[in-house]
């Protein structure tokens, strides 16, 4: 019953329009009853309570980091930040524009993590590009780009930082493991796309100021430069301190209100009402972020009820192959979250048998961080560009799917060939 009920909630997630139905809705109502299903069923009251404590932590701090990311994105935003960077780009072609992103995407990826280069480099392109249907198809690489760079690193992708923690990868082995797969998978969508961009002039939306307010250079260079550094800084906090990096984002977002209300001190209220951080505060996609909660939380329950670690010893008993077994849960990846799919697998594969930088984990660390790029709400990336662009499900699946599925394959197939050449 509750494979099926969470069946029936990604399909009503899929068919949002259609059916007039907010993804949110569904995803909320679907952790709603599925949570209620599971604790109908339970005999242990205090052990569930446990699971859910966990499960709410876990997705808690997830949250936090996204509110913090968008947040800091909004400021940046309300001070033209991001004009700081654009000015730079002088191309007026559509494709040459597009590589321009998309390695750009690739590589800061790697330094910040998926979810906020994501965040970053759509906010960017709503700012280059007017025609909506040039952002969406920017939006689709942004995501692909963001997922493969975070895979070829330890703090690029959650489920490569789960294998780094665990011990089943080290950090230089999967740089040098990963990289070549990973870049392959974003040139094979991030070319044709380009070609399908053909070679249209860049659309450029009439200048806006959306805080109705100017800025000084410096002023959005000093809050550019901050909010930035204060995404790159997170993983060197949670590395020094080794708290969650919602911690870091917090104490970040704490440092950049000081530093906003401080260099705006002087200003009337009217005219610096829409440039401080608790303005941005009411501008984030807040329905965003409840999606992000009921997902989840529903799939929680998969984990809970053991039903991915079942899936996955079926694969083992019934399949064998390791490289086809890992493939598979990188598609599975781009339905089911691919944190508790890493998390099954690295219980159920014994570090004894598969030592750290074998074959298993380097090539999960690259299934598991880019098959999630194949649907919209596969990963975390695509779940803040769909919030951030109102990216419609069916429309990436038309659009968008079948090149990332190009790229995750060919990836696969560099990295397999590579391992086995070098073994």
């Given at each position: 019953?509750?494979a099926?009920l969470f069946?029936i909630?990604?399909a009503a997630?899929?068919?949002e329009?259609?059916?007039?139905?907010?993804?949110?809705a569904?995803?909320?109502?679907?952790?709603?009853?599925?949570?209620?299903?599971?604790?109908?069923?339970?005999?242990?009251?205090?052990?569930l309570?446990?699971?859910l404590?966990?499960?709410?932590?876990?997705?808690?701090?997830?949250?936090?980091?996204?509110?913090?990311?968008?947040?800091?994105v909004e400021?940046?935003?309300?001070?033209?930040?991001?004009?700081?960077?654009?000015?730079?780009?002088?191309?007026?072609r559509?494709p040459v524009?597009?590589?321009m992103?998309?390695?750009a995407?690739?590589?800061?990826?790697a330094?910040?993590d998926?979810?906020t280069?994501?965040?970053?480099?759509?906010?960017l392109?709503?700012?280059l590009?007017?025609?909506?249907e040039?952002?969406?198809?920017?939006?689709?690489?942004i995501?692909?780009?963001?997922?493969?760079?975070?895979?070829?690193t330890?703090?690029g992708?959650v489920?490569?930082?789960?294998l780094?923690i665990?011990?089943?990868?080290?950090?230089l082995?999967?740089?040098?493991?990963?990289?070549?797969a990973?870049i392959?998978?974003?040139?094979?969508?991030?070319?044709?796309?380009?070609w399908?961009?053909g070679?249209r002039a860049?659309?450029a939306?009439?200048?806006?100021?959306?805080?109705?307010?100017?800025?000084?250079?410096?002023?959005?260079?000093v809050?550019?430069?901050?909010?930035?550094?204060?995404?790159?800084?997170?993983?060197?906090?949670?590395?020094?301190t080794?708290?969650?990096?919602?911690?870091?984002?917090?104490l970040g977002?704490g440092?950049?209100w000081?530093v906003?209300d401080?260099?705006?001190?002087?200003?009337?209220e009217?005219?610096?009402q829409?440039?401080?951080?608790?303005?941005?505060?009411?501008?984030?996609?807040m329905s965003?972020i409840?999606?992000?909660i009921?997902?989840?939380?529903?799939?929680?329950v998969?984990?809970?009820?053991h039903?991915?670690?079942?899936v996955?010893?079926?694969m083992?008993?019934h399949?064998?192959?390791?490289?086809l077994i890992?493939?598979?849960?990188?598609?599975v990846?781009?339905v089911?979250d691919?944190?508790?799919?890493?998390a099954?697998?690295?219980g159920?594969?014994?570090?004894a048998?598969?030592?750290?930088?074998?074959?298993l984990?380097?090539?999960?660390?690259?299934?598991?961080?880019?098959?999630g790029?194949i649907?919209?709400?596969?990963?975390a990336a695509?779940?803040?560009?769909?919030?951030?662009?109102?990216?419609?499900?069916?429309?990436y699946?038309?659009?968008?799917?079948?090149?990332a599925?190009?790229g995750y394959?060919a990836g696969?197939?560099v990295y397999?060939?590579?391992?086995?050449s070098?073994?």
């Open positions: 019953m509750i099926l069946v909630t990604y997630i899929a068919l329009h259609p059916l007039g139905v907010n993804k949110s569904s995803a909320l109502l679907g952790a709603g009853v599925l949570w209620t299903l599971f604790a109908l069923g339970a005999t242990d009251a205090p052990l309570n446990t699971q404590a966990e499960s709410v932590l876990g997705t808690a701090q997830i949250v936090f980091f996204l509110i913090g990311a968008m947040t800091i400021v940046i935003d309300a001070h033209n930040g991001f004009e700081v960077l654009t000015r730079h780009i002088s191309t007026n559509l524009l597009m590589w992103i998309g390695v995407t690739f590589f800061l990826s330094i910040l998926n979810l280069t994501t965040i970053v480099m759509v906010s392109v709503k700012r590009l007017d025609a909506r040039d952002r969406l198809l920017f939006a689709g690489i995501v692909i780009a963001a997922n493969a760079g975070g895979a070829w330890p703090i992708d489920t490569t930082t789960m780094w665990g011990g089943q990868i080290t950090s082995a999967v740089m040098q493991g990963v990289f070549l990973s392959v998978n974003l040139l094979v969508p991030l070319t044709a796309a380009a399908m961009a070679g860049v659309l939306p009439p200048p806006t100021q959306s805080s109705g307010v100017s800025t000084t250079l410096a002023e959005q260079t809050v550019l430069v901050l909010g930035l550094g204060v995404l790159v800084l997170v993983p060197v906090f949670k590395a020094v080794h708290l969650p990096p919602f911690m870091g984002i917090l977002l440092i950049l000081l906003g401080l260099m705006h001190r002087q200003k009337d009217a005219d610096k829409n440039l401080t951080l608790a303005s941005a505060l009411g501008r984030i996609d965003a409840v999606f992000f009921g997902i989840l939380l529903a799939v929680a998969l984990e809970h009820t039903i991915l670690s079942s996955a010893q079926w083992d008993e399949i064998g192959r390791q490289d890992v493939l598979i849960i990188g598609l990846s781009a089911v691919n944190v508790p799919l890493v099954a697998s690295m159920m594969y014994d570090l048998q598969y030592p750290p930088d074998s074959f984990w380097e090539f999960m660390a690259y299934c598991a961080g880019t098959g790029s649907l919209i709400i596969g990963s695509g779940v803040a560009a769909m919030g951030l662009e109102r990216i419609d499900f069916l429309w699946l038309r659009k968008i799917s079948a090149l599925l190009a394959l696969a197939a397999v060939l590579q391992f086995h070098m073994h």
